[in-house]
């Protein structure tokens, strides 16, 4: 009995290294896996990973090729935050989604949910793919548990008057910083005025982190991210 439970266990434990090999974008690795960034190289751009996993990107695929954004994709020295089909269309499932909580209005006059990106303009569609591509190469080898305040590709620079002073404003930029539990979870714009609320230390943003591509990282997410408010910014 104990010669076969010894190699029960050993199956069990092999498939389990083996799940966490194969970036099937399951798992946010530990801090141990990440250590080893020789296994994080996938030798590819964003856009061609992002084709190649139809499977959970295929709303994402969708929504670059309507907004026409296929070449920001390519460039290099990016942090690209890839949103899957639970971040953008699954609302039957995922009642955060973008088509869940950004509804259209349909032929009765009444909101409903899209069932395709043509239902959306065509800028706002992009406005919100450009605001989960950040400037600058941001992962493991660079962050810690203090808050950076990153620079997207999305628009919203304003003008604004404190203290009867105009200072320059911007909403689209991007919170980042790693959560210290043993999984080093990577959370983006963690502050109560997200829907999500304020993530605790072992929460992650994303399920999977620290893909090197060829044109920068990738971190994959389940939750699409809203932008600071001019409030939260002490900018109201």
């Given amino acids: 009995m104990k010669k ?3 190699i029960l266990l050993g199956a069990v ?5 083996t799940s966490c090999e194969l970036f099937g974008l399951d798992y946010q690795e530990d801090a141990d896996f990440v250590a080893k960034t020789t296994n994080n190289n996938v030798n590819m751009s964003a856009l061609a990973f992002i084709n190649s996993r139809p499977d959970i990107f295929s709303s994402l695929i969708d929504a670059i090729e309507y907004t026409g954004l296929q070449s920001l994709y390519e460039e290099s020295g990016n942090t690209y935050i890839l949103l899957t089909n639970n971040a953008l269309s699954q609302w039957d499932s995922q009642k955060n989604c973008y088509w869940n909580r950004e509804t259209v209005i349909g032929s009765d006059g009444k909101k409903i949910h899209a069932s395709s990106w043509s239902q959306y303009d065509k800028n706002k ?3 919100m793919l450009k605001y989960h591509i950040i400037k600058g190469e941001y992962s493991f080898h660079n962050l810690d548990a203090n ?16 203290d009867g002073e105009t200072l320059p404003g911007d909403t689209a930029v991007m919170s980042i910083m790693i959560g210290y539990d043993r999984n080093l979870p990577i959370q983006f714009n963690n502050y109560e005025w997200n ?7 072992s929460t992650a943003c994303c399920r999977t982190t620290n893909i090197h591509l ?5 971190h994959v997410t389940d939750y699409y991210l809203e932008r600071p408010t001019r409030k939260f910014l002490g900018q109201d």
Avoid: C, H, Q
């Fill in 4 to 6: 076969i439970l010894n």
């Fill in 13 to 17: 434990l092999l498939v389990g290294v």
């Fill in 125 to 127: 569609v992009a406005e």
């Fill in 147 to 162: 808050t950076v305040w990153a620079e997207t590709y999305g628009e919203g620079k304003f003008n604004y008057t404190k």
């Fill in 195 to 201: 829907y999500r609320g304020v993530l605790s230390a």
């Fill in 214 to 218: 060829t044109n920068g990282y990738a």
